[in-house]
């Protein structure tokens, strides 16, 4: 190994030609030819290619910088094999964007124009968003997806840049992976079906998430998703998407409503049922419904209308060794508590051994989602849509309360509820909290 500069070649009749791109950053291995920098001129945007293999040890250019034949670029700790073959830096090799794949065949003369640049393909900026997103910034165009590198021509990567494409995300199909036009083509393609499809892991204009060999870091395994990971996955991506979120937390008082419990426990024993904070809290929550009945809706597909249901059936997450479910209790208004609770044990039981039917699944008008038997204080829950709410129950503990002359120990349940903005306002999304709240801690609002 020998530490060697790396100078600009001769690349015809152009002086104080821009950097658009450095492509490499010291500490990176590269292989002989593979390109270093991206120039670009009034007529032409061309790779440099690196004259040795090894690595690169300092990078001596940076964006906008303007070169001249002889310029220094970077140096390398090159190979000595490949010292014969790389005394002679290949100018020859020097790619212009009139060729994806192949190097000019002469590149002292890379006459033919190109497209202007557009002002996204300055080198400092970076990529634009996805085609449709007008929202956040992507990497930018350079950027290595947790080191690998992706090999594009000129013409691929200006062609990439006006879409704001990140080719960080492409995979590419040419000759050693390069990426060509088609493969940015297919990229878009495949952002804009799963879009239309409400697929998983893309929205309109949304990235996807980068491709990255973490078997480079270490060792891995990969395991299979089960199916029922794969279909909540999906819903769930679907959802966060598609629903404007909201989540408003509150803290109830239920330190009454746990007494009351405790005092049902040695009934619903001898029923072979257990007495959990849950059934109280469903019960709690079909009562605000009733108060709240744009939060027992769903928005119409065409956006321009409510559909309010005059049935309460809350679906409640369960979870399963193979994943999420979401079996649904029906009327639960019209339940009582011991009722309830013979209910979700039956139905919570079926869902772990996989023995729900879509009938289990499907109806529900509100979600609660309850790790109150786990831990934590607090979550926020994804909106099971298009349902337009779910309530998070975190698990109770005592707390010092202030009661206006002293600190007194209170039963304190944290609560979370997700909403969809669209049909929720805050307000009303507070209210809902306050009156839930008010409930659970003086269970005769059932009453009322
Ligand atoms: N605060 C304090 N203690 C609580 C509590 C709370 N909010 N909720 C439950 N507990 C207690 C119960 O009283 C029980 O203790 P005891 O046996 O001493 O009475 C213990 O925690 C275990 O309760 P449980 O979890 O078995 O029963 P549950 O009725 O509360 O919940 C079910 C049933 C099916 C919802 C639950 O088993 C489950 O699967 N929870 C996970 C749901 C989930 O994964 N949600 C996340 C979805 S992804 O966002």
Known sequence: MAIKSITLPDIGNYENTPVIEVLVSPGDR?????????????????????????????VLVKNDDNLN????????????????????????????????????????????????????????TPAATGPASGGGQAMPINAQAGGAKFHASPSVRLFSRKLGVDLANVTGTGPKGRILQEDVEGAIKAVMEGAAKGGAATGAGIPPLPEI????????????????????????????????????????????????RKSLKPRAEKMGIKMTPLVFIMKAVAHVLGEFPNMNASMAPDGES??????????????????????????????????LSEELMEISSRARDGKLTGADLSGGTFSISSLGGIGGTQFTPIVNGPEVGILGVSKASMQPVWDGSEFVPRMMLPLALSYDHRVIDGAEGARFMTTLSRTLTDLRELML
């Open 30 to 58: 590269v292989e002989k030819e593979d390109s270093l920098i991206t120039l670009e001129s009034d007529k032409a945007t061309m790779e440099i290619p690196s004259p040795y293999t090894g690595e690169i040890t300092k």
């Open 306 to 339: 409510l559909i309010v249901k005059k049935y309460i059936n809350l679906g409640v997450a369960v979870d399963t060794p193979k994943g999420l479910l979401v079996p649904v209790v029906r009327d639960v208004d019209k339940k009582g508590v011991f009722e």
């Open 69 to 124: 034949k002889g310029d220094l670029i970077a140096e390398i700790d090159a190979e000595e094999d490949e010292k014969e073959e790389a005394s002679e830096p290949a100018a020859e090799k020097v790619q212009d964007d009139t060729s994806a794949e192949e190097p000019a065949a002469d590149a002292s003369k890379p006459e033919v124009p190109t497209q202007e640049p557009s002002p996204a393909a300055t080198a400092e």
């Open 213 to 260: 060999d973490f078997s480079q870091f270490g060792e891995i395994e990969e395991k299979p998703l089960s199916r029922i990971k794969k279909l909540s996955g999906k819903h769930l991506s679907t959802a966060w998407l598609n629903i404007p979120h909201v989540t408003q937390f509150d803290e109830a008082d239920i330190t009454e409503m746990d007494a009351f």
